[in-house]
């Protein structure tokens, strides 16, 4: 029987290299797949690992039909076994109903792979829907890492390394590198729960940590 599977993580957990991983495994034992994403950092219809991979995809628009897809392309003579989604937490959630049609009526299996929270910690309208409808939700094992070293459970959007909590909800860009000097003007860090509540980047972090503090026996007396 065909599935409806949901992969999720933060932000760098891995689920586009478990995507492309996905396809390959599939592919090379003769299965006929089509690749999909959405807002991919290395631009329109491309699939990419922070690991350096890429693979042609097809772009994911506001209006795209994965049910009409698929029927035209069986119609046309075309094999299809299975579908590797990617960043579908950016799909409509009429999306995700249209995928867990293909999967039921078609019988082809769907692999979806996306993040459940945005940068405000809300669900995001697309994975709230395969949550709701998938097969499985599996979480990946692959942990993220916060600039403290725990386990990163949240994604914060920054600027100029300030976590902002307010803004557009989909804006393009990748998690920052905690070593860099200058962060990027608008960037993505991935956190854990104590650090995301404080508002605690590792810029922010690194800037407190230069900022010295007066020893308590520096105090005037009775202060």
């Known amino acids: 029987m065909a599935e409806l ?8 957990s891995g689920k586009s290299t478990l995507a492309l991983q996905t396809n390959h495994n599939h592919h090379v034992r003769g299965r006929i797949g089509r690749i999909f994403t959405t807002h991919d950092r290395a631009g329109a219809a491309t699939l990419s690992s922070r690991l350096g991979l890429t693979h042609d995809a097809i772009e994911v628009g506001g209006g795209f039909d994965f049910w009409r897809y698929v029927v035209d392309q069986l ?21 995700i109903d249209q995928l867990a049609r293909v999967v039921d009526e078609l019988q082809i299996d769907v692999f979806a792979f996306g993040i459940l929270t945005d940068f405000r910690t809300v669900l995001f309208p697309g994975s709230a829907r395969l949550v709701e409808l998938a097969d499985r939700t599996n979480v990946l094992q692959v942990e993220a890492l916060c600039w403290c070293g725990r386990r990163a459970t949240h994604n914060a959007r920054t600027e100029n390394g300030e976590m902002v909590t307010e803004g557009e909800v989909i804006v393009v860009g990748d998690v920052e590198d905690p070593s860099a000097q200058q962060p990027p003007e608008v960037g993505y860090e991935v956190l854990c729960r104590q650090h995301h509540r404080r508002r605690m980047t590792a810029a922010r972090a690194r800037a407190v940590s230069l900022v010295s503090e007066p020893l308590p026996f520096d105090q005037p007396f009775g202060e």
């Open 75 to 95: 119609t046309g003579g075309a094999r299809i076994d299975y579908l590797v989604c990617d960043e579908a937490q950016f799909y409509e959630p009429s999306q």
């Open 5 to 12: 599977q949901f992969f999720t993580g933060t932000m760098d």
